[in-house]
């Protein structure tokens, strides 16, 4: 399996883009980049996913390197909500999610 | 509203009690997983179901069992709780179509004394 590498953790403050960063330098040619959070005491929650090209939802947008070592999580405007730990995970695409490891993460806090 | 339940929310549990873990989803989604989430260890899989009628052991399957009768209901159970099954416990479900992604209940403390 591939794995990532976060920081521990990260500060932004309120209204501001939030950037977390994910190295995944092992990443094979079939393995999506997915990233959830989890919010204190909650059960974590997807945020976004991708392949190759650069991906944005109504939560996030996905910034993924053209070499596909790395990629960056950004919350345009984060708010004091987004405060969770921040999953960067890789998923083999003709596998299912028990091949998934989700580490510890990024604790992103944000500033008011 | 859709989703999935976990029951209970909470519990106390004297070691060597026999515990299950309840969780019902109405998303009809195939697979279902039971995840265990200790201080500084992140989520750690248990067991895991593709499909109604199978499961599988994840990363920690020792002293838990699960099975999978239908497609909405995935117990997990403690058949003699120790205290290092002290843990908060998540179960989720995914489906293909949706690009696998993971939904997760909101959890089960579980402590063991």
């Known amino acids: 399996d591939a794995k990532t590498t976060q920081p521990p953790s990260m500060d932004c403050a309120e209204g501001r883009a939030a950037n977390l960063p994910c190295n995944h330098s092992?990443?094979?040619?079939?393995?999506?980049v997915y990233w959830y959070r989890q919010i204190h005491s909650q059960g974590p929650q997807y945020i976004i996913h991708g392949l190759k090209n650069n991906e944005t939802n109504e939560m996030a947008s996905l910034i993924i390197t053209e070499d596909r070592k790395s990629s960056t999580l950004i919350l345009p405007h984060a708010t004091l909500r987004d405060t969770a730990v921040y999953y960067c995970?890789?998923?083999?695409?003709?596998?299912?999610?028990?091949?998934?490891?989700f580490g510890t993460g990024t604790r992103l806090t944000i500033i008011p | 509203i859709a989703g999935i339940t976990q029951a209970p929310t909470s519990q106390i549990l004297a070691a060597g009690r026999r515990m299950t873990l309840r969780c019902t989803q109405d998303m009809r989604h195939n697979a279902m997983y039971w995840y265990r989430q200790d201080l500084g260890l992140g989520l750690r899989l248990i067991h895991y179901s593709n499909t109604a009628g199978t499961t599988g052991k994840g990363e920690v399957p020792d002293g838990y069992s699960v099975s999978r009768a239908n497609t909405d209901d995935f117990p997990l159970t403690l058949a003699s709780a120790v205290p290092s099954q002290t843990s908060v416990y998540f179960c989720?479900?995914?489906?293909?179509?949706?690009?696998?992604?993971?939904?997760f209940g909101s959890g089960t403390q579980l402590s063991v004394l």
């Open positions: 995970i890789v998923r083999p695409f003709n596998f299912g999610n028990e091949k998934l490891t």
């Open positions: 989720a479900s995914s489906a293909p179509g949706t690009s696998e992604k993971l939904f």
């Open positions: 092992t990443i094979s040619g079939n393995e999506y």
